[in-house]
């Protein structure tokens, strides 16, 4: 079971969904809420303001490889890429480039400046293979290209997208450089530095293992200087505990082992879902992370997910509408979606991997079709009950339980050939 114990026996692979607080932090968030409960907001922001607010800008620059004073607190990634984002000061003849991996918030904010600024959205295509077209990027730069939106992992399959080499090909020009780090920040590395990025978004809940409702952005001085031109919507400030509590999380995660010296689950995640015949890996790209989607052709991911827990194991359920530039396309509706931490173990993976076998087989069980008690009313006896000369009962025929191929398929992007321009009302 998990490396830490939480005082149970259940299994949980859905940190991207919502990482597990440590023993430590769920303390903090206790504690500072039965403060402001009792005292009040204000008294407890008073408490926090000094020490505290300093220190975990800190440790979100030394997480983020971020110079001090350049990091904002927020509610979370998705309302901070809305407030900032959607303010830019673009034009008619300005260029957006996004991904078809990108979230559904974040493309309701882009939608947003589309439609204020009408400047021109576009989709960068993907290769055959599912990463991003550098090559098409590299040819199609320009001074044109006015902001550059790229989830470092999106957050219905677990591709690590190449947000480093793309900073090298956005640098000599003047366009911003937006990642979300939402579902990367914790799991992975992130450096702003190495990346290139002028704003970066991530939230404290998934694999920093913080409580929800708290989240972080850094914004470069170019990205600030390009506000202020404008005017910023006003970040909703966190709650005080859930900052205190942070805090707390990322002291925990810079104490742990470096991401280096971690244990790779995501092989054997991924190695567990294929043993079970009929499941549809949804992995597009040749960089994973411990994020992995993956249906089933003839079990419901509704139903996969709840006999998964019912057997102690945690995952998600993710929709298409989520990332709807890439999984509606490819014919997906739901998905399961598994994701390991490093607080993981081995013995979680034999577990996952045991009831999601044992979930399929109960599911394609054949059930045996009951005979309504109305039919002994109205068909006749059997023959050997009949009188000589009677009609001798028809047999009914059951539909047969058809038998599922025994078969595995990835899902593998067939990219476009250029960009999709996104026009107003798409």
């Known amino acids: 079971m998990n490396a830490t114990p939480h ?15 440590s023993a430590a932090v769920r303390a903090v968030l206790t504690e500072w809420t039965r403060y402001e409960d009792r005292y009040g907001p204000y008294d407890l922001e008073e408490r926090l303001e000094g020490v505290l607010h300093r220190e975990i800008h800190e440790r979100l620059a030394t997480l983020l490889g971020a110079p001090s004073g350049d990091t904002v607190l927020c509610t979370g990634a998705a309302d901070a890429f809305a407030a900032l984002v959607s303010r830019l000061p673009l034009g008619p003849r300005d260029r957006v480039w996004t991904t078809p991996y990108e979230s559904a918030a974040n493309l309701t904010a882009l939608f947003a400046l589309r439609d204020r600024t009408r400047c021109r959205l576009e989709v960068v295509p993907l290769r055959r293979d599912g990463d991003l077209d550098l090559e098409w990027m590299a040819q199609h730069i320009g001074d044109d290209v006015a902001l550059v939106c790229v989830p470092y992992v999106p957050s219905g399959c677990g591709i690590v997208n190449p947000v480093e080499d793309v900073g090298r090909i956005l640098a000599p020009y003047r366009c911003l450089y937006a990642v979300d780090a939402s579902y990367a920040v914790g799991q992975l590395p992130v450096d702003v530095t190495r990346i290139g990025c002028q704003l970066l978004t991530g939230d404290g809940w998934r694999f920093l293992r913080g409580p929800q409702s708290v989240g972080f952005a850094y914004a ?42 971690r244990q790779d689950l995501g092989p054997a995640l991924r190695a567990a879902v294929e043993q079970v015949p009929g499941t549809e890996l949804i992995a597009p790209g040749r960089t994973q992370s411990g994020i992995l989607a993956f249906r089933h052709e003839e079990v419901p991911a ?8 019912a057997r102690g194991v945690a995952v998600w359920k993710t929709v298409a509408q989520e990332t709807p530039l890439y999984l509606p396309g490819r014919g997906v509706v739901t998905a399961v979606r598994a994701s390991v931490h490093h607080d993981n173990t081995a013995g979680d993976i034999e577990a996952f991997a045991d009831a999601l076998l044992d979930v399929v087989a109960e599911a394609r069980r054949p ?9 002994s009313a109205v068909l006749p006896a059997p023959a050997a009950a009949q009188p000589h000369g009677g009609v001798p009962v028809a047999r009914v025929a059951l539909p047969r339980q058809r038998r599922a191929g025994q078969r595995h398929l990835t899902l593998v992007s067939s990219g476009p050939s250029d960009t999709i321009p996104l026009e107003p009302g798409a």
Not at 7 to 21: E, F, K, P, W
Not at 302 to 308: H, K, M
Not at 367 to 375: A, D, F, I, Q, S
Request: without cysteine; glycine residues 8%; proline residues 12%.
């Open 302 to 309: 509704a139903l996969l997910r709840r006999g998964l827990a």
């Open 367 to 375: 059930r045996p079709v009951p005979v309504p008690r109305l039919l």
């Open 220 to 261: 470069a001085p170019q990205a600030r200087h390009a506000l202020a031109l404008h005017g910023v919507v006003p970040l909703p400030p966190p709650d005080g505990a859930r900052v205190a509590a942070l805090n707390t999380a990322l002291a925990e995660h810079a104490a742990a082992a470096p991401y280096q010296d």
């Open 7 to 21: 005082g149970d026996r259940s299994v949980h692979l859905n940190t991207a969904g919502a990482g597990r607080m």
